[in-house]
T-cell receptor, first 115, second 111 residues
Framework: AAGVIQSPRHLIKEKRETATLKCYPI?????VYWYQQGPGQDPQFLIS???????DKGSIPDRFSAQQFSDYHSELNMSSLELGDSALYFC??????????????FGPGTRLTVL | GNSVTQMEGPVTLSEEAFLTINCTYT??????LFWYVQYPGEGLQLLLK?????DKGSNKGFEATYRKETTSFHLEKGSVQVSDSAVYFC??????????FGSGTKLNVKP
């Protein structure tokens, strides 16, 4: 079965650079969530989208922005990168109102390293 | 608000030992409860879930029962293997919203 796809899987950037992370949800899923997991930390919710509209916002820095496109894929844009942004970024998708709507399917994550 | 508290690790066990990882939650309403496992350098894998009180989730020998009266969802396995070494996250989701994760418990199983 198709899973959530994230790209790239690994990314190395310098301080103050920008990065774009992409997430392709499971086909027909309309809701996307972004989480950030720092080293040795639990995943923290950043932001979510439902039907291309932001549905919830967590601890996402102002330097970050995200959007969901008409094909439901999502991109997380990160600017002025800081060392503390080094983390594993997960995307998850779900189908709102579906039989398993209270379950999110996680992608493998993008590991961002800021030098 | 919603939150998850799970026992701190690391937990170190010998192979074939019994495993319990405690998880309690605070939630408004009736959440769905999950256990995720994360192997080194990998993403989150769903281990098991329960969507209502008294439901028991089970997978690969792991079990957890949704206890509304004690707001708990403890993870158990009768006989652990070295391959079970990983970090385990308890999590809840409520009303089609975001996940709330516990802090994770690292399990080390020694041969």
């Amino acid at each position: 079965a198709a899973g959530v796809i994230q790209s790239p899987r690994h990314l190395i950037k310098e301080k103050r650079e920008t990065a774009t992370l992409k997430c392709y949800p499971i086909p027909r899923h309309d809701t996307v969530y972004w989480y950030q997991q720092g080293p040795g930390q639990d995943p923290q919710f950043l932001i979510s989208f439902y039907e291309k509209m932001q549905s919830d916002k967590g601890s996402i820095p102002d330097r970050f922005s995200a959007q969901q496109f008409s094909d439901y894929h999502s991109e997380l844009n990160m600017s002025s990168l800081e060392l503390g942004d080094s983390a594993l970024y997960f995307c998850a998708s779900s189908l709102y109102g579906g039989a398993h709507s209270n379950e999110q399917f996680f992608g493998p994550g993008t590991r961002l390293t800021v030098l | 608000g919603n939150s998850v508290t799970q026992m701190e690790g690391p937990v170190t066990l010998s192979e074939e030992a019994f495993l319990t990882i405690n998880c309690t939650y605070t939630a408004t309403g009736y959440p769905s409860l999950f256990w995720y496992v994360q192997y080194p350098g990998e993403g989150l894998q769903l281990l098991l879930k329960a969507t209502k009180a008294d439901d028991k989730g089970s997978n690969k020998g792991f079990e957890a029962t949704y206890r509304k009266e004690t707001t708990s969802f403890h993870l158990e396995k009768g006989s652990v293997q070295v391959s079970d070494s990983a970090v385990y996250f308890c999590a809840l989701i409520y009303n089609f919203n975001k996940f709330y994760f516990g802090s994770g418990t690292k399990l080390n199983v020694k041969p």
